[in-house]
């Protein structure tokens, strides 16, 4: 993942195993469980970008670039 490319808040939420399924992303993004950047972000499909920061509970995962091309 380069500095353009980005992932939904959803899809990032699943892949990082916070969440085990979409419906379960879906349900604490719009009850605004989760922050971005430390803000409540209700938009499942918000686009992350490096660098941004997700946190949900106790877990806060900064969004890497992945090296592995």
């Known amino acids: 993942m ?7 808040l959803d899809q990032f ?4 195993g916070l ?4 419906g379960e992303a ?4 719009q009850n605004g469980e989760v922050l ?3 803000e409540v972000e209700t938009r499942r499909s918000k686009k992350l ?3 941004d920061v997700v946190t949900l509970g106790d877990y806060e ?3 890497e670039m992945d090296d592995a091309d």
């Open 2 to 8: 380069d500095e353009t490319t980005t992932i939904r």
């Open 13 to 16: 939420l699943k892949l990082t």
């Open 19 to 22: 969440v085990k399924s979409g």
């Open 26 to 29: 879906k349900y604490l993004i």
């Open 36 to 38: 971005l950047n430390g």
């Open 49 to 51: 970008r490096v660098g």
């Open 61 to 63: 995962i900064t969004v």
